[in-house]
Structures are given as C-alpha cells and as structure tokens.
C-alpha cells in the first residue's frame, strides 16, 4: 500500500470543512470552562517580610545603622538564629502545635470556601458536622466509625497554605499565607510569625537557665577563685541575654513589612483556566481531524 502524505492546502481544506466541528468544540469548552472556573473558591493572600532581629559579630546599636537610601542592610549570609527558626517553621511538631494551641483544625481541614455577603466560611459537611461541633471522616478503625484529621493531614493542609523564600542578597525573608477569607490569612499570618517569636524566645531561655543551673553547680564544686570569677562573669552574660530574650517580642525573625489584608482574590486564575482549556479542546479537535482523515484514506 502506497503512503500519501495531505500537504498544507489540503489540510486546511479538511479543516475548512470540519469548522463547525472544530467551533462547536471549542466553544462547549469555553462555556465549560467558564462554570468550572467560577465554581472554584476565591483565595486571598497575605503577605509579610521578615528580617533577623539580631545583627551577628557586632555591638552596632539600631541608631548607628546606615539610614540613606533604602535603608537595608545587604546581608550574604543568614544569621544562625534566623536560619534555625526557618527550620522550625516548617516542622512537623511546630506546625502541629500551632495549630493545636490556636485551634485551627477546622478551619485549615474542613473549610471550603467564604461567602463574600454574609462574611461567613463554608464548612464542607462531610467532613465536618458544624452543629454538633464532630468530625465525620469515615473510618474503620475507630469505634465510632468516624475520625478527625490526623495530624500529618493537618501539615500538609498548612503548607499547602504557607509561603517561605528566603532573600539572600538582602537577608530577607518573604513569608504569604493563602486562605479563603482575606481577613483570616492576615490574623493567620500574624499568629504564625508570633508563634515562631515566642518558640525561639522560650527556647533561649530555657537554654539559659540550664546553662545558670549549670554554672552555680560548679561555683559551689570549685574552690579556685580564678574559676569561681570566670563563672560568675559567665552567669553574668547569661543573665544579660535572659533580659535581652524577656524583653523582645521580636527574638528571632523582626517585622519589616507586616501582613495587610487583601483586597482582591491571588486564585484561582480564571481568564487562564479559560484560555487554557479553549486552546487545549481546539487543538485537540483539529489533531482527532487529522488524525481521522488519515485513518479513512488508509
């Protein structure tokens, strides 16, 4: 069997003949993607910056800072204590207990959207049962046959949600949270840069206070006077830093630019899912056109 190849004029001719195919396609398509596109929930994003609250190697106060132009200090490394508490952030257990403390289990699994006239989030009633305040996931191994959300479901609920990047030319970092009520990302996002504050903050502290427990202990085992000062100057800068610690809402990561509420939805995107699966249903008629010609004339 001899193979014919269409050429250029001969494929726009099948294609002239198909437009109607190809037109009706395309704009079922177009409609489609319009419901489907509006049937998705609005999200709003919030947004913060966030720099390191303390400057490594140096005893500059705030006030001997450079204060021209943009005023931002060009760091090529991160400090320690930021990098740390960018670790911690996206951690399992503090993630988990964030959400335990604020109690945000319903509104990180069970929500599903917002309604923009009544001010009010709508809770996806297979999950969660608003009325009597229970979880209604289906599952065999509980004695109830229903379960909450375990909390390995609530993680990854909550960095679907959380945006971390780090700035190295400017030892930034950008932090935005999406959610369905403008209102709430914002509190979200505060809550969740407080959190990780006071985590860092208590962490330091009870650092120091080992380290004090530690260094009486050997003040009373020792009886060399040398020591004895070397220690007491060594409780003395461990005191210093507990005051320090005690008396900075801002231990580890300091406001730059704190969260605003958004005044319009960042997702969904409809003019691209639109535009997308326009193109995509009229490329895909025109390649089944073809490839059905083909077929025929074999």
């Given at each position: 069997m001899d193979e014919r190849r269409l050429n250029f004029s001969e494929i726009i001719e099948i294609l002239k003949l198909n437009k109607k195919l190809i037109y009706r396609n395309s704009l079922i398509f177009f409609f489609l993607s319009i419901v489907i596109s509006c049937s998705i929930p609005d999200r709003y994003t919030s947004h913060a910056v966030l720099a390191s609250?303390?400057?490594?190697?140096?005893?500059?106060?705030?006030?001997?800072?450079?204060?021209?132009?943009?005023g931002i200090i060009s760091m090529n490394s991160i400090s320690p204590r930021m990098q740390q508490a960018l670790e911690?952030?996206?951690?399992?257990?503090f993630i988990e207990n964030f959400i335990s403390e604020n109690k945000l289990e319903v509104y990180i699994y069970a929500v599903e959207g917002w309604d923009e006239d009544t001010h009010q989030l709508e809770i996806n009633s297979d999950l969660y049962h608003l009325g009597e305040s229970?979880?209604?996931?289906?599952?065999?191994e509980s004695p109830t046959g229903y379960r909450p959300p375990s909390s390995y479901d609530l993680y990854e609920k909550f960095l679907s949600m959380i945006n971390i990047d780090f700035d190295g030319t400017k030892g930034l970092v950008k932090i935005s949270l999406e959610y369905y009520s403008p209102e709430m990302a914002?509190?979200?996002?505060?809550?969740?840069?407080?959190?990780?504050?006071?985590?860092?903050?208590?962490?330091?502290?009870?650092?120091?206070?080992?380290?004090?427990?530690?260094?009486?202990?050997?003040i009373e085992k020792t009886n060399i006077a040398v020591m004895k000062e070397y220690f007491y100057s060594t409780i003395q800068e461990q005191l210093r830093q507990k005051?320090?610690?005690?008396?900075?809402?801002?231990?580890?990561?300091?406001?730059?630019?704190?969260?605003?509420?958004?005044?319009?939805?960042s997702s969904p995107s409809r003019l691209i899912i639109v535009l997308f699966w326009t193109i995509l249903s009229f490329i895909l008629t025109i390649l089944w056109i073809l490839i059905k010609e083909f077929r025929e004339q074999d």
């Open positions: 609250s303390e400057v490594e190697g140096s005893n500059l106060s705030k006030s001997s800072l450079p204060t021209s132009g943009l911690i952030m996206e951690s399992w257990e229970k979880w209604i996931i289906e599952s065999d914002k509190n979200f996002l505060i809550s969740y840069i407080n959190s990780i504050n006071q985590h860092m903050r208590k962490k330091k502290l009870d650092q120091v206070e080992t380290n004090i427990e530690y260094l009486q202990e050997q005051m320090l610690a005690e008396a900075s809402s801002e231990f580890a990561l300091t406001l730059v630019s704190k969260p605003m509420k958004a005044e319009y939805p």
